[in-house]
């Protein structure tokens, strides 16, 4: 498994972060950690940090990432980690992803503890009160301005990896100002490590087969159809039966025809042999 926390300081991540190291077994890699590892074992890329950190300068991305790539490499971390503090920003998420994909590797979720920053600074002042009204040490993050100046130094640099990492889709959201073991359920359920979600997913199995017989009923009710091809039929055979009667009596009707025509033509032949015949006569007359 391997992991992000984000939040702002004083959201618990610390806290989340161990519990999760004890349940997978897997290893939490700080830079700050990393940073004093590789400068005390005198690798090559602790001692060019060194060299900063002496000059008072901060270490540069390349620095830092060359450093998580050779936390990366060692046998403890394959089997999965936690990042504490890194990526602080999205050039170097971007850098991450790079160095993720170049040893075939990838996050498995990237977790924000949200938190109301107001409550947050409530609860650091309440905390001093107690600890002062009961003689106890304070911590060292117990002070409200330092906390204040932390929050906004999250906010200017840290804060935008949240739409970063929605926006690649390994971004999950947790309600931080929730009790310890309610987030720690929370962020369970985002990674899909509780039980409760299983049998949701196997309720949903006898509907997904009730709705095969559904689709088999549509299917048998096509034969229905069949009546409408009788009919069909039915109607062909009654117009060829009046097409062949009509055929037979075609030959009556044409001689009947030819017969009226005859007798038209047989009237018109005896017109004209009249009016021939009273011509002749008349110039009978006019000889005479």
């Not at 394959?78 to 850098?95: E, M, S």
């Not at 062909?236 to 075609?250: Q, V």
Request: glycine share 8%.
């Amino acid at each position: 498994m391997k992991l992000i926390l984000l939040g702002p300081p004083g959201a618990g991540k610390g806290t989340q972060a161990q519990r999760l190291v004890d349940k997978h077994g897997i290893v939490p890699l700080s830079t700050g950690d990393m940073l004093r590892a590789a400068v005390k074992a005198g690798t090559p890329v602790g001692l060019r940090a060194k060299d900063i950190m002496d000059r008072g300068e901060l270490v540069p991305d390349d620095v830092v990432v060359a450093i998580v790539a050779d936390r990366l490499d060692q046998p403890d971390a394959r089997k999965g980690f936690i990042l504490d503090g890194f990526p602080r920003t999205v050039p170097q998420a971007v850098a991450l992803d790079r160095l993720l994909k170049e040893k075939g590797l990838k996050l498995d979720a990237v977790v924000e503890l949200k938190v109301d920053v107001g409550i947050l600074q409530k609860r650091i002042e309440n905390r001093i009160a107690e600890a002062k009204a009961s003689g106890k040490p304070l911590r060292s993050d117990d002070d409200p301005e330092k906390l204040k100046r932390r929050v906004e130094i999250y906010h200017e640099q840290t804060a935008p990896l949240v739409d970063y990492y929605r926006v690649a889709g390994a971004l999950t959201s947790v309600d931080g100002m929730a009790s310890i073991s309610q987030v720690a359920s929370a962020i369970d359920q985002a990674l899909g490590g509780s039980p409760q979600r299983r049998p949701k997913a196997a309720a949903r199995r006898p509907t997904e087969k009730k709705a095969a017989p559904r689709a088999a009923e549509k299917v048998v009710k096509k034969p229905a159809k069949k009546p409408a091809k009788k009919a069909a039929a039915k109607k062909a055979g009654t117009s060829a039966e009046e097409a062949a009667t009509a055929a037979r009596k075609a030959p009556g009707k044409a001689a009947k025809r030819g017969a009226t025509g005859a007798r038209s033509g047989s009237r018109a032949g005896k017109a004209a042999a009249n009016r021939a015949s009273t011509t002749t006569k008349a110039r009978r007359t006019r000889g005479r």
